[in-house]
């Protein structure tokens, strides 16, 4: 089996002092870096798919991994498992806040100062737009824009936005989180960016937010989402995996992506990307977070490798779990 993480070694702990110290002293260079990163020429590769690491979840409160109810919020841990995934060269890119997407440009100026290569050169990034519906909160579903915006993301140069959209017929804050997405794929169809909507069915359920999984549920809200603005054009779909994905993959001509949620055993998190992926033409690829960045037993950045081997290689997901010697 793969030993514990070692993030000290993928990430000196050091490092994290000489960011503060770059805030500080030279805040500039994020900017700098974000201009001088050489971006992607289009937005997936030959095979037309993505693999893409979430890593947004501290600026919804959302900080549970197994029994550690704050382990999310060890931002040295989080960036070096971010870095592992980052150094994998089959993974696309990666979603994150204004935070994290600035202390990725800035590991990549000290990076390139060590003669090492750029992580986000040629790497899709996406920037994660409403973060106000806090997890656990009576408003979580009025989910306020509250971090990047269209003109920001363009500003930084990033290549898309990412936005979540939960319906739960029984809350209000959805019309008022609908209304605001609309004008979010608006902004980014504008000025040519992708705009990556997250369509989640929720119920709460003893006061907390639960998606469903039941396909006509999931099959209901692609037709909310893809309604969403004034075009289409450059929508994608995060959405969830659940039985009869077929009619799922057939509810859309929109691309799709498979999202990931609470952390899983390895194995089963590659079976169910490689079904999702067999469920036809329009799902592309995965935009996944704490399965890859905290996997059971394994390194973040080998549970990445697998991933994208079942994504871009058609690996099958017995063999990949076994490269992870996963039992």
């Excluded at 089959?90 to 600035?102: K, M, Q, R, S």
Aim: proline share 6%; glycine share 10%; net charge negative.
């Amino acid at each position: 089996m793969h030993t514990a993480f070692d993030a000290e070694r993928v990430l000196p702990r050091q490092v994290l002092a000489t960011l503060t110290d770059l805030r500080v002293r030279a805040p500039q260079l994020i900017l700098q870096a974000a201009r001088r990163r050489q971006r992607r020429e289009g937005l997936t590769g030959p095979d037309g798919r993505l693999v893409l690491l979430a890593a947004d979840h501290p600026a919804r409160m959302l900080l549970r991994i197994g029994e550690d109810p704050l382990a999310m919020t060890d931002r040295w841990g989080l960036l070096a498992r971010i870095v592992s995934v980052l150094e994998q060269p089959d993974v696309d890119g990666v979603l994150g806040t204004a935070d994290i997407i600035d202390e990725l440009l800035l590991l990549d100026h000290i990076r390139l100062g060590e003669g090492q290569p750029a992580l986000l050169d040629g790497r899709v990034l996406l920037g994660s737009m409403n973060r106000g519906g806090l997890a656990g909160t009576i408003f979580e579903l009025d989910d306020r824009f509250t971090g990047y915006t269209a003109e920001g993301i363009a500003a930084m140069g990033l290549d898309g936005g990412k936005l979540l959209v939960r319906i739960d017929p029984e809350d209000p804050g959805t019309l008022r989180t609908l209304e605001s997405a609309s004008r979010a794929v608006d902004a980014l169809a504008a000025r040519n960016l992708p705009a990556f909507v997250e369509a989640l069915p929720v119920r709460r359920v003893d006061g907390a937010l639960q998606v469903s999984r039941r396909l006509e549920d999931v099959l209901r809200t692609v037709g909310v989402a893809t309604g969403l603005g004034s075009t289409s054009r450059h929508l994608w779909l995060k959405l969830p995996y659940c039985d009869g994905y077929e009619r799922v993959a057939r509810a859309t001509t929109c691309p799709i992506v498979l999202l990931g949620g609470d952390v899983e055993a390895p194995r089963n998190v590659l079976e169910e990307v490689a079904q999702g992926l067999a469920a036809g033409p329009a799902v592309r690829g995965v935009l996944m977070g704490r399965n890859v960045l905290f996997p059971t037993s394994v390194d973040p950045g080998a549970m990445a490798v697998a991933v994208a081997e079942v994504v871009h290689r058609g690996t099958p997901p017995a063999a990949a779990a076994a490269r992870l010697e996963v039992v």
